[in-house]
Structure formats: C-alpha cells, structure tokens
C-alpha cells in the first residue's frame, strides 16, 4: 500500500523558481532512499537527484548547483527546491523510492513510484 504523491508543479519563466513535494503513505520516509527523476516530450526518463536513508545526496550534472533535494522525515515527505530554472528543465517529474544500498540513479533500481507532476519553464 505504499504511495507517493507528488506536488509542486507548474508554469514559470525561465529563472524563476519551484518546490516540488512527494507525499509518502504506507512506510516510513525513513526506511527508503528517494529520488527524482524527469522524462521531458519525447524522451526517455531520466535521473535528477537523490538522497539516502542517512541524508547524502547527490545530483546529475544536469542540474547539480541548482536543484536541492532534502526529505523531512517527520512529515514523510519529500522536496526538490528548483532554482535558476531553463526551459530545457521541463518535463513531469516523478518522485521515487527504493529500498537498496548505495546511491542509485537508474530508474530500474526504484520499487515505488508517483504518478508525476509537470514542471513548464516559459523562455
């Protein structure tokens, strides 16, 4: 009965910026690393970020400087603060998780997904 729900998307202007949310259900957010991933028209899905049970984290060169990720395990959610947005940042995000050691960046190694928000950033 796990769920993740994400939150958060939108339009902005290029520059601009957002926070998506990923609600958790059905176990705690601390037992689970989460990811992000983004798939953009026409296009594979791809890795953004992630971060572990113990709170590392790491980013695709994408967008590393300019996204964050960060979970509040009290509220078992999950966030990706989105910063300088560009136009090549659009695309549904989907919220992740999986139960496996080590960082992991390919979609293949994540049990639990959402059903996506879309992020649109306007040039």
């Known amino acids: 009965q796990v769920q993740l729900v994400e939150s958060g998307g939108g339009l902005v202007q290029a520059g601009g910026s957002l926070r998506l949310s990923c609600a958790v259900s059905?176990?705690?957010?601390?037992?689970?690393?989460m990811g992000w991933f983004r798939q953009a028209p026409g296009k594979e899905r791809v890795f953004v970020a992630t971060?572990?049970?113990?709170?590392?984290?790491y980013y695709s060169d994408s967008v590393k400087g300019r996204f964050t990720i960060s979970r509040d395990n009290a509220k078992n959610t999950v966030y990706l603060q989105m910063n300088s947005l560009k136009p090549e940042d659009t695309a549904v995000y989907y919220c992740?998780?999986?139960?496996?050691?080590?960082?992991?960046?390919?979609?293949?190694?994540?049990?639990?997904w959402g059903q996506g928000t879309q992020v649109t950033v306007s040039s």
């Open positions: 971060i572990s049970r113990s709170g590392s984290t």
């Open positions: 059905g176990r705690t957010l601390s037992s689970s690393a």
């Open positions: 992740a998780a999986h139960t496996k050691l080590g960082i992991r960046s390919r979609s293949s190694d994540y049990e639990y």
